[in-house]
């Protein structure tokens, strides 16, 4: 779990009250996490994988602390996951190369632009997925979720196009969390 979607989850939940999470919950969450790590860092190493459990088992302690396990994920969307990481991951690679095109060219042409996206998420859940899925894409970093709104950051106008044209929402929002 990434700190600001802890933030933002924190802010909207009323701290004082407790969820009761099922040993399933918690042990489904891991396994998720787990697996997630694992495939994105691709590294094996007994120090490295130790590491990753620890990262889990924070992420899990902070999760229960935000009230994450108040929300019901539907098993579909566990489900549809690796096509949204299939996704993400040729945009990172797509953006990684823009990014290192521009850092690289002589002239630096850059064109830096806030973005105000107007989402149609209506959990908190869905919009920090939303929100960590735009800033994963190097060369753009959200800055503040309000409400139904996010502000973006973006590199460059290419960025902000494509980002305005909606694809990275539609993408998230067939993970239908509720």
């Known amino acids: 779990m990434i700190p600001c979607a802890s933030i933002i989850l924190a802010e909207n939940r009323d701290m004082t009250t407790k969820h009761h999470t099922t040993p399933l919950q918690i042990l489904g969450t891991f396994f998720v996490l787990m697996i997630s790590w694992l495939v994105w860092s691709g590294l094996y190493k007994p120090l490295l994988i130790a590491l990753g459990v620890f990262s889990c088992l924070l992420s899990l302690w902070l999760a229960q602390r935000t009230g994450f396990f108040g929300h019901a994920i539907p098993f579909r969307s566990l489900l549809r996951l690796p096509a949204l990481w299939y996704w993400l991951l040729k945009e990172v690679v797509k953006s990684s190369i823009d990014v290192a095109r521009i850092v690289l ?8 632009e806030l973005v105000e996206l107007t989402t149609t998420e209506k959990t908190d859940a869905g919009k920090v997925i939303l929100g960590n899925s735009i800033t994963l894409s190097p060369g753009t970093v959200t800055i503040d979720v309000d409400e139904d709104r996010l502000l973006v950051h973006c590199l460059t106008t290419e960025s902000a196009d494509a980002l ?3 694809e990275v929402e539609r ?3 067939r993970l239908e969390i509720t």
């Open 105 to 112: 060219s002589p002239s630096l042409p850059i064109s830096p």
């Open 171 to 173: 993408r998230t929002a």
């Open 164 to 166: 305005r044209s909606g």
